[in-house]
């Protein structure tokens, strides 16, 4: 799983973590506290269960901060299910290194871990329907690439990184183009090639843009009644994806209209971080 990371993504999100962290005085509560030759072992371990996800992340921290003087020795994976009090990583080197890094690698790997872990609930939420949980762009600046991978860690898959890479014409494209058929003709006249979505939000439209060639529509803020319409007249000549009153609570009803997809932002916006903590260790 963690080969789908860029070394140097992780390095600038590290980068950018510890400058937030350490100006020119450092850390100065350790500093003064600890001794220089303080050698000591610690280890995360979780307040809950979940799914965990950012461990390369961790590894990167402590070695920007120690320059390669700390050891992390992981005991699961990106993607596993931990239980309350799973140790997940030990890390060993010198004290005052494993306390700078302390809060920049529990702050993302407990972010990431959350995400995975609202991920997962999803995912099961709807299993055995064939309907897949998807992200979308509504993540925090910066930090996208780490939090689609987490979606994907928890089960989840990516639609689109960027503005760039595949199109998603929304309701303000719709009326500045004239129409929905008209914005679906729009894009796919300039390119031609390019992952295109078009949303929705009556049945009407769908029709239109489904007998325009449409392959991916998205109903947005639709009913159950209205969805079933949409699923019936596509009859699998375009993918369909939910987005918008989708709830943990009524996931699997919507699933069951045969969707193929549901977008969740929550799963970034929105989720709660994984309470983890690092325990000082006897040893």
């Keep these: 799983m963690s080969t789908e990371l860029d070394p140097a993504m992780i390095a600038d999100v590290v980068r950018r973590s510890l400058v937030e962290d350490i100006d020119e005085a450092g850390d100065v509560t350790t500093l003064a506290t600890i001794a220089p030759d303080a050698v000591g072992a610690c280890r995360f371990v979780t307040r809950q269960a979940g799914v965990i996800a950012g461990l390369p992340v961790v590894s990167a921290v402590f070695d920007t901060v120690s320059e390669g003087r700390v050891s992390v020795t992981e005991h699961v994976a990106d993607g596993d299910s931990v239980q309350r009090g799973d140790v997940l990583a030990e890390v060993r080197g010198p004290v005052r290194d494993l306390l700078t890094a302390e809060r920049p690698a529990l702050n993302l790997l407990g972010h990431l871990s959350g995400v995975a872990t609202a991920t997962r609930q999803w995912v099961d939420a709807v299993a055995g329907t064939g309907t897949q949980i998807r992200d979308t762009r509504k993540t925090m600046p910066g930090l996208r690439a780490l939090e689609k991978y987490a979606v994907r860690c928890g089960g989840g898959v990516t639609f689109r990184t960027s503005l760039s890479d595949a199109a998603l014409i929304k309701d303000n494209h719709v009326a500045a183009a004239g129409g929905v058929v008209a914005a679906f003709e729009a894009v796919r006249r300039h390119y031609p090639n ?79 971080v994984l309470d983890i903590g690092l325990d000082f260790s006897e040893s």
Aim: hydrophobic residues 50%.
């Design 194 to 272: 390019l992952a295109l979505e078009v949303e929705v939000d009556t049945v009407d439209q769908a029709r239109e843009v489904i007998d325009a060639g449409a392959e991916l529509v998205l109903l947005d803020n639709m009913s159950l009644e209205d969805i079933r319409a949409v699923v019936a007249y596509s009859a699998g000549r375009a993918q369909l994806e939910a987005s918008g009153g989708l709830r943990l609570s009524n996931a699997r009803e919507v699933a069951e209209t045969g969707v193929d997809y549901f977008a969740v932002g929550a799963l970034t916006h929105s989720a709660a």
